[in-house]
């Protein structure tokens, strides 16, 4: 069936970079997003990439998307204390319907 | 442009009871998702309604209800609460217009749900 996983936590310093990871398993999933949450509020689209792409850049943020092993990434660049939320990569199964993942709690320290 | 409001923002009920949440959206949006947020499990949907007039049944239908009242607005309903309905609840919508789109979904603030 279908299923995306993220680790649960990640922890990195004011400065540093932050990677993301998620894998899924709809090979035919046409676009993959990741989505940020902060505290107390809702889900706020990134950024995204389509299937037939390896990478994407925006700013700050990278996509990787390695589609051989279903792996998707999300680099921050100088990952600041604002970035600190919940942020969850979701794959397109079928038009109209997207599965997430659970979400990776990332914590930014100063 | 608001994008996507859902209203109350938090609510308490006791077990059986009945209640409606409320979404609306501005963006001329033909499509509207129902979703649920649980700990450790990501948003799980609920119901979705492809068109103004149609709905369709989710991962996690059973105890809910829905209405696409207009092409702007869609409810959630719960007939007879239970405490396993104890969630965060969003609400989105897309423009879903074809498959050339990214079909990105827009969520509200959402709806924090306690049921006693």
């Known amino acids: 069936g279908e299923d995306v996983e993220q680790s649960l936590f990640l922890s990195v310093r004011e400065g540093d970079s932050s990677v993301i990871n998620c894998t899924y398993t709809?090979?035919?999933?046409?676009?993959l997003y990741w989505y940020k949450q902060e505290p107390g509020a809702g889900l706020q689209l990134l950024t995204y990439i389509f299937s037939n792409m390896d990478m994407k850049q925006d700013q700050r943020l990278t996509v990787l998307l390695n589609k051989k092993d279903k792996h998707l990434s999300l680099r921050i660049a100088d990952t600041q204390t604002g970035d600190s939320a919940i942020y969850f990569c979701a794959e397109s199964v079928s038009f109209q319907k997207l599965v997430f993942g659970t979400g990776t709690r990332l914590l930014v320290s100063p | 442009n608001a994008g996507v409001t859902q209203t109350p923002k938090f609510q308490v009920l006791k077990t059986g009871q009945s209640m409606t949440l409320q979404c609306a959206q501005d963006?001329?949006?033909?499509?509207m998702y129902w979703y649920r947020q649980d700990p450790g499990m990501g948003l799980r949907l609920i119901y979705y309604s492809a068109s103004e007039g149609t709905t369709d049944k989710g991962e996690v239908p059973n105890g809910y209800n829905v209405s696409r009242l207009n092409k702007r607005e869609f409810s959630l309903r719960l007939e007879s609460a239970a405490p396993s309905q104890t969630s965060v609840y969003f609400c989105?919508?897309?423009?879903?217009?074809?498959?050339?789109?990214?079909?990105?979904?827009?969520f509200g603030p959402g709806t924090r749900l306690t049921v006693l």
């Open positions: 963006m001329n949006h033909n499509s």
């Open positions: 709809d090979s035919s999933s046409t676009y």
């Open positions: 989105a919508s897309s423009d879903s217009r074809d498959r050339v789109f990214t079909d990105t979904q827009y």
